[in-house]
């Protein structure tokens, strides 16, 4: 699955694009399966209880084999090989489901301010497992944010988050989706997601992300070596495996 003329030139510009299916319906029902396993109340939250939780998992793939073989999927490798070349690592994943009532937002930032020092635009999938808009936790994006270059950030808790008087959101878009649908994005597009307002609507997303295969931290030098191959000398990789082993609680970036 390579992109066409028009989505390419759609990401390059607007920063983001939205590919529509790209699992078929039984994979979509495993990763489902797997992804309510390990995504829910029970294991691991975010945001605050005045506005309501919502349940979070990172980096399911170590959790699932399941998972870790829809990483190496060959149709979101093929984009990334057409974005980042011959050599692209997997990056990260996380599953965020802001279920009916989890009404705490993640605020605008870009998914490059989680970093720990400067790194390298990288891809974004966002696989939506239900149908997303505003109403229940959906994305808003600032169209051709990418194009600006990594913004500041402040750290409010856990988030990463874009200074209020830093952007001008009047010119922000609701990206929705099907259940199924996959958004592509830069990881310098500014984008944030409400909360879930509605009684009975699940939002669960599952994101993957992919960087090029010599990316490193701009500030320490540091060679994100600890990150699987996905794709090496353009060969698709059929499992995950790095230089060195990835540590959970120390490697986020």
Not at 6 to 14: G, K, Y
Not at 130 to 147: E, K, R, T, Y
């Amino acid at each position: 699955m390579a992109l066409t003329h028009e989505q390419r030139e759609a990401f390059e510009t607007q920063g983001y694009v939205n590919l529509g299916p790209v699992f078929d319906p039984k994979e979509l029902d495993e990763i489902a399966r797997e992804y309510d396993r390990l995504v829910n109340f029970e294991a691991q939250t975010l945001g605050n209880e005045q506005d309501g939780v919502f349940p979070y998992r990172a980096m399911l793939n170590f959790r699932s084999p399941r998972l870790a073989a829809c990483i190496l999927e060959p149709a979101l490798l093929e984009i990334a090989a057409q974005l980042l070349g011959d050599d692209v690592r997997f990056w990260w994943d996380q599953g965020i489901n802001k279920a009916p009532g989890s009404g705490s937002p993640i605020a605008w930032h870009q998914d490059n301010g989680y970093q720990k020092g400067r790194t390298a635009a990288f891809l974004t999938f966002w696989l939506a497992l239900d149908d997303s808009d505003l109403a229940n936790g959906g994305l808003q994006v600032l169209p051709h944010s990418s194009a600006d270059g990594l913004l500041p950030h402040e750290w409010r808790g856990v988030h990463a988050v874009i200074p209020d008087d830093a952007i001008a959101v009047d010119r922000a878009i609701p990206l929705d989706a099907r259940a199924g649908d996959v958004l592509l994005f830069s990881s310098l597009l500014v984008h944030q997601t409400a909360g879930n307002h509605t009684a009975d609507r699940q939002r669960r997303a599952w994101v993957i992300q992919y960087c090029p295969g010599d990316m490193r931290n701009e500030d320490t030098g540091e060679v994100y070596d600890n990150r699987p191959w996905a794709i090496r000398g353009g060969k698709f990789a059929s499992q995950l495996e790095a230089e060195r082993p990835f540590d959970l609680q120390r490697d986020r970036a």
